[in-house]
């Protein structure tokens, strides 16, 4: 709709928390909506949650490649075990 409103050379913004900023972009791209963050201020106790909750939900939205990642990290390590024991 913003194309056929603007045209394909459109600006354009959207504010959310500081903390969201990093995910909305990745949502953002993948909607092919080309537009940048504004991060709002939140308020410092609630950080430590809100970079959790990110961390988490960014690892959901890769989860294939996260657990490929994770998976060879497991065999590389199952592999040098198993050098070290019978070497």
Request: aromatic share 12%.
């Amino acid at each position: 709709m913003i194309t056929q409103r603007f045209g394909a050379n459109y600006r354009a913004i959207f504010v959310s928390n500081g903390y969201h900023i990093f995910r909305a972009g990745l949502v953002a791209r993948q909607a092919g909506f080309r537009a940048n963050g504004i991060g709002a201020r939140t308020a410092r106790y609630f950080l430590p949650n809100a970079f959790l909750r990110e961390f988490a939900a960014i690892m959901v939205m890769h989860k294939r490649l996260h657990l490929t990642i994770a998976g060879i990290l497991v065999a590389l390590a199952i592999m040098q075990a198993a050098l070290r024991l019978f070497s």
